[in-house]
């Protein structure tokens, strides 16, 4: 009987024979490339010995949907309990990456005030965080499934994840039924709003069945959100609807029990560039037990250390249409040195 060392190529990764390693972007690619292996040596080559086969999956089989690789895990100069992180974004409507006032999403015509159209698309984006290792940015889908528009809306997101497998979150219309898609297809965690509300209140045996789907470590709620009165409300159904869920101290306990971070869009200065939601910053830095990403109105670097002071360094940061990479003033490279410098 021959002994064999065997390396085989695969699209998203390596397996090796002796001492090797096999390192795949989502865990439906490992399941399939190890049943079609071991059929194979195991019964097809049943003359062939296998002197020693290790198959190393990073951390776990599932790849731990943290993303990256080896080199982004070394030397990603960012640690956990180091302060404001930047959260990149990919925001998709009607199959183009776009950046639009927010509050302006109407799904009736599928249209939205715009302030940039992307020349690159998804994938482009994605390749392009990946190569300085920003992990934790949000892929959303701006389209409801009703949409002509949602299929390739889908397209551009499956492949961004794709190409930054483990490194993104996608979000948008996801629930049980789907989310699996988008965790294969390389999301790190689902994002989930309209799922786990109904009547204007958190369903919570929903958003235990989501859980429960995808796992609490997979999980991220956005809870987007709009002023009335001297509240801040969470809004639903790509923000057109307010909910009665305030977003306060008993209402994030509550959930995080469930979910491994937050996203929340102040959603009334989104896309605005003119000033960040003050109150809302603070009320969300008292709390801080899960890790939150603030997203809205950041439109200077002014706004930028405000909320690192507002937010006392806690929140991490989505910037969108004030970035250079959405035609806005603030330099991307600035961005990132000024949220990795120490307070």
């Known amino acids: 009987m021959s002994r064999m060392n065997r390396e085989i190529r695969l699209p998203v990764g390596t397996f090796a024979g ?23 040596l195991f ?13 190393v999956l990073l951390v776990k089989i599932s790849h731990d949907r943290r993303g990256g690789g080896p080199a982004c895990q070394s030397s990603d100069p960012r640690r956990k309990g180091a302060g404001m992180e930047f959260r990149p974004c990919i925001d998709i409507h009607n199959g183009k990456v776009k ?22 698309d998804a994938a482009a984006y994605a390749e ?24 390739a809306t889908r397209d551009q997101a499956l492949s961004a ?4 497998p483990g490194g993104l979150q996608a979000g948008g219309g996801i629930t049980p039924e789907n989310a699996e898609q988008f ?9 989930v709003t309209s799922y786990v509300f109904r009547e204007g209140r958190v369903d919570y045996e929903r958003l235990a069945r989501m859980a ?20 801040y409300y969470v809004v639903t159904d790509r923000w057109q609807k307010f909910t009665e869920e305030r977003v306060e101290e008993k209402l994030l306990q509550h959930l995080s029990e469930f979910a491994a971070e937050f996203l929340v869009h102040a959603v009334d200065v989104e896309g605005k560039a003119n000033g960040i939601e003050r109150d809302l910053v603070k009320q969300l830095a008292e709390w801080g037990r899960i890790p939150i990403t603030y997203a809205g109105g950041v439109g200077s670097f002014e706004d930028l250390e405000e909320l690192k002071d507002l937010g006392k360094d806690r ?12 035609g806005g003033s603030m330099a991307y490279r600035e961005v990132l040195r000024a949220v990795r410098t120490k307070r």
């Not at 969108?320 to 959405?326: I, V, Y």
């Open 18 to 40: 002796t001492g090797g390693m096999a390192v795949f972007g989502n865990p439906g690619a490992c399941r399939k490339f190890l049943q079609k292996m071991f059929w194979q």
């Open 43 to 55: 019964f097809t080559e049943n003359s062939i010995m296998i002197e020693k086969v290790t198959v």
């Open 99 to 120: 950046q639009i006032v927010g509050s302006s999403l109407q799904d009736e015509g599928d249209q939205a005030r715009e302030n940039f159209v992307a020349a690159w």
């Open 128 to 151: 392009f965080y990946k190569k300085d290792c920003l992990r934790g940015g949000h892929v959303i889908l701006l389209n409801p499934e009703t949409s002509p528009f949602y299929e």
């Open 161 to 164: 994840l794709s190409a930054y």
């Open 183 to 191: 965790l294969e297809a390389g999301a790190s965690h689902v994002i």
């Open 212 to 231: 429960g789907t995808v796992g609490r470590e997979h999980l991220v709620l956005d809870l987007s959100c709009r002023k009335r009165g001297d509240a």
């Open 315 to 326: 929140l991490n940061v989505t910037i969108g249409s004030a970035l250079d990479l959405f």
